[in-house]
């Protein structure tokens, strides 16, 4: 179905609004993809936070037009799924995992931080760990010193023949024994 000019102006304003919040675009190739896996696909990006789309490709090159996404614009070719997010790992982690268990979709080129990435390099950069995965484990090592140091303080205490009972609990023992 052909899209007049007024939705297709609507389309590039609402990808271009996408792009401007976007750290990372990643493009795939889709050819002979089911309905299915493509809406698993969709499912799975939905979920990550990434803005999935299938676009004309005269309409994304005019949607990154003058922006740092401006070079991938060579890699726009083909039955392409733009995958857009603000996490820089999210949109290459969805599709280089989803390309791996399905042969239909095939990563082509990708972009972050003001530079074009090869298939290669965006699965590489899909094997860094998320936002969320990197906090938890600065927080655990974080963590780690403080819960060693109090643990080595109970079992020093309970060596020297202290009470690790709460405090209330060590009067009422003294009267039992009198």
Known sequence: MSLNLDDKKAVVAEISAEVAKAQAIVVAEYRGIQVSAMTK???EARSKGVYLRVLKN???RRAVADTPFADLANHMAGPLVYGISADPVAAAKVLADFAKTNDKIVVKAGSFDGKT???AEVVQ???IPS???LLSK???VMQAPVSGFARALGA???KQGGSTA???????EAEAAA
């Open 58 to 60: 005269t309409l994304a």
């Open 156 to 158: 020093l205490l309970e």
């Open 125 to 127: 950069l899909a094997s």
């Open 117 to 119: 990435l090869s298939a």
């Open 131 to 133: 936002r969320e995965e």
């Open 138 to 140: 600065l927080l655990f």
């Open 41 to 43: 696909l969709r499912a």
């Open 166 to 172: 709460p405090a209330e609990e060590a009067p009422a």
